[in-house]
């Protein structure tokens, strides 16, 4: 592991002008350029607060907020997306780099950094504008907005180790990838995120300590929406699950490396 380390940091500098090079690239033949970063999810949380805040008259259960709802909604949102983003580019990495890697000498953990990397970034430019916008509308958590730097490096921890064993397995099985793009718009509806969980039977909510997505997300949510701060106990499935996914994910790769570039 020290040395893995070592050989990314020795590489930092490949890794940061890819994050660049991809962050241009996807605006390069636009008229507003990187105006589209935050205009895209300025939209979105606009559409989510005029919309479930003012048309529909959401709330939830013990929220007096006018926003409570637009808010939770945000939240789960926000936070699948970064999750969704890892794991969704990490399981194509390798097959996307294909003449990258036959052709260049460099770390091959480069690449899943570099999503980690890109997928932050864009996380820190939508996630910014919310943070304004629960300022602005006097919703601010305070203190507690602490608490997501845990909660979040645990999502991420989770989402490159599963990305990661996806990504490998994905190279010599391709319905892998298929299958798991399925998985993962089911998963999305069996996390708790456009409906609060104590909306569910009480025997659903005992399945859901089963996903550790529903864990991360309603911790995110407590945060931003209850000001509270989140349990920590219910955290350990997750986190468990992440080292489990990283050390497999890792394992993997350092066993098939060799030959993930004849399988390219």
């Known amino acids: 592991?020290?040395?893995?380390?070592?050989?990314?940091?020795?590489?930092?500098?490949f890794v940061a002008s890819s994050v660049k090079r991809e962050f241009q690239s996807k605006y390069r033949n636009s008229l507003l350029g990187a105006t589209w970063t935050v205009l895209n999810p300025l939209a979105m949380i606009v559409v989510y607060t005029v919309i479930f805040a003012n048309v529909m008259h959401s709330r939830l259960p013990g929220?007096?907020?006018?926003?409570?709802?637009?808010?939770?909604?945000?939240?789960?949102v926000l936070?699948?997306?970064l999750f969704a983003e890892i794991t969704a580019r990490a399981q194509n990495t390798f097959l996307?780099?294909?003449?990258?890697l036959k052709k260049l000498n460099f770390?091959?953990?480069?690449?899943?950094?570099?999503?980690?990397?890109?997928?932050?970034?864009n996380f820190a430019i939508i996630f910014g504008l919310f943070t304004v916008f629960l300022i602005v509308t006097g919703n601010f958590p305070g203190m507690a907005f602490v608490a997501l730097v845990p909660v979040l490096a645990v999502m991420v921890a989770f989402a490159i180790g599963l990305g990661i064993t996806v990504g490998v397995l994905n190279v010599f099985f391709r319905d892998v990838g298929q299958f798991f793009s399925i998985l993962l718009t089911f998963w999305f509806w069996l996390t708790p995120i456009v409906y609060p969980a104590n909306i569910l039977p009480e025997r659903v909510q005992s399945i859901m300590r089963f996903n550790p997505m529903a864990s991360l997300t309603s911790a995110c949510q407590l945060i931003l929406v209850q000001n509270?701060?989140?349990d920590w106990s219910s955290l350990g499935f997750p986190v468990i699950l992440?080292?489990?996914?990283?050390?497999?994910?890792?394992a993997l790769f350092r066993k098939h490396a060799g030959e993930m570039v004849d399988e390219l």
């Open 1 to 13: 592991m020290p040395m893995i380390l070592r050989a990314l940091w020795v590489y930092r500098g």
């Open 63 to 76: 929220v007096s907020s006018t926003f409570g709802y637009s808010i939770h909604l945000c939240a789960g």
């Open 79 to 81: 936070t699948w997306g």
């Open 96 to 100: 996307e780099n294909a003449n990258m």
């Open 107 to 121: 770390p091959r953990l480069c690449l899943p950094v570099t999503v980690v990397a890109n997928a932050l970034v």
């Open 228 to 230: 509270q701060w989140p």
């Open 242 to 250: 992440a080292v489990v996914f990283c050390v497999i994910g890792l």
